[in-house]
Structures are given as C-alpha cells and as structure tokens.
C-alpha cells in the first residue's frame, strides 16, 4: 500500500455514491456495458475480483454470516434492497448470522456479473445481477430481480468490499 492511496471512511461511501449515479447514468438505455480497457492499460486483476465475488455468494450459500462478513472492509456499507444501511463488518457479519439462522435459512444467491471496471490498480466497481433464491426454488423470480453494485478495493495485498448496493428491479410499467 503506497502513501497515496486514499482514506477510507465517509470519503469511501461519498464516493461510492457518486460511482452509484455515475454507473446508473453510464448505461443510458443501452444495458450494462462490457468492461473496457485500454491497450496501454497495465494488466488488471479481474480473476482476484471474481474470486472475492465468488467467496461472497459462496458464504451466502453456506449460510456462514462470518464467512461472508470476511468478504468486507473493515469500514465498509452494504446497502440492502430495502434501503438499510449495514456499516461496519461486524453489523454485516451479525445482521447476515441472523438473517442466516432464521428468514434466509436455506436460501442461495445467484449472481451474473456483467461488469468489473477498474477505476485504478487497486480499486473496482463491479455491477451484476441477480437474486435471492429461497430454498428449493429453481429460478429467480422477477420480483426477487436486483441490480448489485459493488465497490472492491485491495487491503494489504488481500480484495473486500468496501460497498454493496443492492436494488430491487422493478419491472416496466407505468409510474405508481
């Protein structure tokens, strides 16, 4: 970790929000864009991104609150479909182990990413799709259907979470 690399804190979550409306607006009706990189551009780390990604809906699956808690920031925001704000690892891990133990108990996490920009060599927003699937289900359901915005950073040499927003997809129709 070099002097340069920012605070993380509330400088974190003000900038992750604008990442939020910078990658709402940056698809303008035509979709998620695939990430892209130019030929000058350094070699990025995408594989350890979509292993940290991969830990996280792992521990969602295994119902295992801790291990999903590890996937975090020390510092960091989950911000749930709902528009609850976890901060801290240690109320993602304890909210995640009840959530497990009881309501989620069973279910899994189905998550397609479609994008992993990297906004330098230690920082990424990585935006997908997905759901919760309750036990048994087969399939997401449209009203189960959320956009997944991630900010991931590196921390001594180790990827986490610094933010997730997860927001409900509603489907087309006329304003209610």
Not at 59 to 66: C, M, P
Not at 82 to 90: P, Y
Not at 143 to 155: Q, Y
């Amino acid at each position: 970790m070099t002097a340069a690399r920012p605070v993380r804190g509330i400088a974190t979550a003000a900038v992750c929000c604008g990442l939020l409306a910078v990658a709402a607006c940056g698809t303008a009706g035509d979709g998620p864009r695939a990430p892209q990189s130019a030929p000058s551009a350094p070699q990025r780390p995408d594989g350890a991104v979509r292993a940290l990604v991969d830990r996280f809906t792992a521990a969602w699956n295994a119902g295992d609150g801790r291990a999903f808690g590890d996937t975090y920031a020390p510092d960091a925001v989950h911000v749930t479909f709902q528009g609850a704000a976890l901060n801290g690892r240690e109320e993602i891990t304890r909210t995640h182990a009840e959530l497990f133990g009881t309501f989620l108990r069973g279910s899994r996490i189905d998550l397609n990413l479609t994008s992993i920009r990297f906004l330098d060599e230690t920082v990424a927003v990585v935006y997908g799709t997905g759901g919760i699937l309750e036990s048994g289900d087969t399939a997401i359901t449209p009203d189960r259907l959320s956009a997944n915005t991630m900010v991931a950073s590196e921390h001594d040499g180790r990827w986490l979470l610094d933010a997730v927003q997860v927001t409900r997809i509603e489907p087309s129709g006329p304003p209610r």
